[in-house]
């Protein structure tokens, strides 16, 4: 009786398509959620609601929609979800899934300065030229044969926020990093399965033996032992008040506030936004180049128009700073690889922090609330054939780079991405380098899928290219 309660919706709750009894619509989520979400939409209006064994979820769908609750009302969205998951692995603290409030609110605070101190501007544009050139040698060695990039971006990608994290870069042997990082991102893709729907929804299947949450958390126990070892060595010869990095930053917070006994600054909740950032900075901005790889070799046309601004504008000399406003035409690959790819389809899950009105519906206070950032990309009132791949729509009729209003892939609001200038920064960087000096190509006879590997982010399915030295 009590499952049968927790389904009935709220009065005035968006209404969806009929929930199973126990499991609600979780099976519905199987494959392609964000596809299927958008279907939903077009038959219960673009904020619908489902259940998910018991938890009551507001979906919004398209522009309009995300804008008026994430934008308009942007606190009351601003919350994440208390779900047993997020709790078992996170306490619901660290700086991406923690709860909005104070604790979000320093950490927040605390990243978003070090991303402005350690991450920005000219001095993490060098950077980010240097690891292009360790990139670009690493694919050299494979001279021109067939080879899957995926680790190799990772390393590259990965060691931007290092140099934020940890003051240095990990070399591309270092196979303990390495694990780190491939059973972390193993997480990022469990965290959207059906697995994880049903342990949020029956939190007893923690004492089932078997099960893929159990991966989960064992990959988790094992990350944060590792991020626990690292943390320790890199603070080592730290100098209270001169912070060589984010870990001494945190570690100068804790101290300052060991006497405060409200603060969220914590030994715990370091190696969690630790861990956040790495997982944050990495999958998303990998993802993206790998599609952006494919996407370049599937389409030869396109590659060499890239190719033609790039030689036009630095005429054989590494990328600058500025450079990114004269190069149009690269921007717009970009964007419409961020576009039609939708790296983060669903986003991050929010929830309401207080009760909220939108559009004569009422949403109760701590709703699991998930934006569909994909049906902003494939809107049809902003975009039109939004299946096909076409850089155009960002350009006017002078080849001068236009914007898009219904353009969400960093979504928007309170808890919008923090690393979103740094992404930019690293996906032009690494793209241009890496097609200023090759050519990309599939091996002979091979056809790449087009059709995504499905997790809370979308990545290309593996596959080989072949990075031909170009003459220029
Ligand atoms: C949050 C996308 C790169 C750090 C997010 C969210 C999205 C997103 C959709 C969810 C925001 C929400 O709740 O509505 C992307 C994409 C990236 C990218 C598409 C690259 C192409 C990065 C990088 C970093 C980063 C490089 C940092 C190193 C974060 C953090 C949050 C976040 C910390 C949580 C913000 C909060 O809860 O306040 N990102 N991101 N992201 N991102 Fe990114």
């Known amino acids: ?107 927040h605070k605390l990243a978003v300065n070090c991303f402005r101190y350690f991450g920005s501007g000219q001095r993490m544009f060098e950077r980010i030229s240097e690891e292009s050139l360790f990139f670009l040698d690493a694919i050299e060695k494979h001279r021109g044969k067939p080879f899957n990039p995926k680790h190799l971006v990772t390393n590259a990608v990965s060691n931007i926020t290092n140099h934020i994290i940890f003051g240095q870069r990990f070399s591309y042997d270092d196979s303990d990093f390495q694990h780190m990082i491939e059973i972390f991102s193993e997480n990022v893709e469990l965290a959207a399965s059906g697995w994880a729907f049903m342990y949020n929804a029956f939190p007893w299947m923690e004492y089932l033996p078997f099960g893929k949450h159990q991966n989960l958390f064992r990959n988790a126990n094992e990350v ?35 006497t405060d006994t409200a603060t969220s600054f914590s030994q715990d909740n370091l190696i969690f936004s630790v861990g956040e950032l790495i997982i944050a900075g990495t999958e998303t901005t990998t993802n993206c180049l790998r599609w952006a790889m494919l996407y370049m070799a599937l389409y030869p046309r396109i590659q060499e128009k890239v190719q033609t601004e790039i030689d036009c504008v630095l005429n054989g000399r590494p990328p600058a700073f500025e450079d990114r406003q004269r190069m149009p035409y690269v921007e717009a690959v970009l964007h419409e690889i961020l576009r039609l790819c939708n790296i983060v389809p669903l986003g991050i899950f929010r929830a309401t922090s207080q009760d909220a009105v939108v559009r004569d519906f009422t949403i109760p206070k701590g709703t699991m609330v998930i934006t569909n950032l994909y049906s902003v990309h494939f ?94």
């Open 1 to 107: 009786i009590r499952q049968l309660l927790k389904q009935r919706r709220p009065r005035g709750f968006p209404p969806g398509p009929t929930p199973l009894p126990i499991i609600g619509n979780i099976l519905s989520l199987a494959t392609e959620p964000h596809v299927y979400m958008k279907r939903q939409s077009e038959i219960h209006g673009q904020i619908f609601s489902l259940d998910l064994g018991g938890i009551s979820t507001v979906v919004l769908n398209g522009y309009d929609a995300i804008k008026e609750c994430l934008y308009y009302q942007s606190e009351v969205f601003a919350d994440r979800p208390s779900l047993p998951l997020f709790q078992k692995m996170t306490k619901m603290g660290g700086l991406l899934n923690c709860k909005y409030g104070r604790s979000w609110i320093e950490h």
């Open 224 to 258: 944060y032992n590792f991020l626990l070892q690292i943390i320790k060595r890199f603070s080592q010869e730290r100098v209270t008040q001169s912070p060589r990095h984010y870990i001494d930053a945190y570690l100068d917070e804790v101290e300052q506030s060991a």
């Open 379 to 472: 809107d049809e009132k902003y975009w039109s054939d939004p299946s096909i791949f076409c850089p155009e729509r960002f350009l006017d009729n002078n080849g001068r780079f236009v914007r898009h209003e219904a353009f969400l892939p960093f979504s928007i609001g309170k808890r919008h991405c923090l690393g979103e200038q740094l992404a930019r920064l690293e996906m032009f960087s690494f793209f241009t380098t890496l097609l200023q000096r090759f050519h990309l190509q599939f091996p002979e006879g091979f056809i790449p899928s087009l059709s995504p590997k499905l997790g809370m982010t979308l990545q290309p399915r593996p596959y080989s290219i072949c990075a031909i030295r170009r003459q220029q």
